[in-house]
């Protein structure tokens, strides 16, 4: 089984209001569920009304896809322009095949 993690951080120039954030938030959340076959979440700043930090991830079989998956990801978000992305991290990583529990 293969992970792929993707750890965005952005600055939203335009927002004023955590209600404005909210807007962002849900955007890049619905269009990165009905594009690509991804977990999102907000998992930090989520006081900030100006910061915004998302948790992306996928789960597959093959580590080259997820590698493009998360690139592709990544790069959507970028062409949304609805927020400036600071920083950015991906990983991918395989969970062992032994057995659970």
Known sequence: MVIGCCSIKFYLHES???KEKRRVV???KDRLKNNFNVSVAEVGDQDNWQSLHMGIS???SDRPYM???MTKVVDAIDRMNLAEITDC?????NLGSG???
């Open 16 to 18: 004023r209001s955590l």
């Open 26 to 28: 849900r955007a890049i």
């Open 58 to 60: 996928a789960v597959g």
């Open 67 to 69: 590698d493009g998956l």
């Open 89 to 93: 991290k991906t990983e991918t990583m």
């Open 99 to 101: 057995k659970f529990c």
